[in-house]
């Protein structure tokens, strides 16, 4: 689940690092969506693709799909949704930080500018490595990037309701 959260995190990172930096101010209040693909290497290994993806973030609030998890936050609450397993995780959000809400990453991106090459870009998708260690790269690629105003809608985007689930979901409630 953190590992999840922090690559998708690292794909914001990314994301921002290789776009002008006054798009932080326009990003901050507004509404950020984009598809995602990720593939991990190791030196000597060939690229095996991992995952994609969506996010949609603003504020610190965010929801997030892939690896079969959908992972909703509206800033004090967090919902992990789990079809397959039919499972549901609902916590509070207490000391939030970089590997549980990738939102955060907009105000902290430049710590990871050093690590991050852009293979390409352009208005609406980007392709970057980003150098894990010294045998592992990640390399992602964003399509469909979108800056939208801030949502009226922000409340139904970015929570969810556990009671419209049927009764074979497990709803784990840790609130």
Known sequence: MKRLLLLAALLLSAALSAQNIAVLDKVGDNRVCFDYSYSLSKSGAPMQK????????????????????????????????DTSAKEVLIETVENDDIFTNPALLISSYKNYSDKIKVN???????????????EMKARFVLKNITYLGAGADKKEVFSFDEKTLDKSYIVTDLR
């Open 50 to 81: 991992v995952t994609d993806g969506k996010v949609t973030v603003e504020g610190n609030a965010f929801s997030l799909t892939g690896l079969g998890l959908q992972v909703i936050s509206d800033g004090t609450t967090r919902w992990t949704v």
């Open 120 to 134: 390409s870009s352009s208005a609406n998708s980007l392709d970057v490595t980003l150098v894990l260690d010294e």
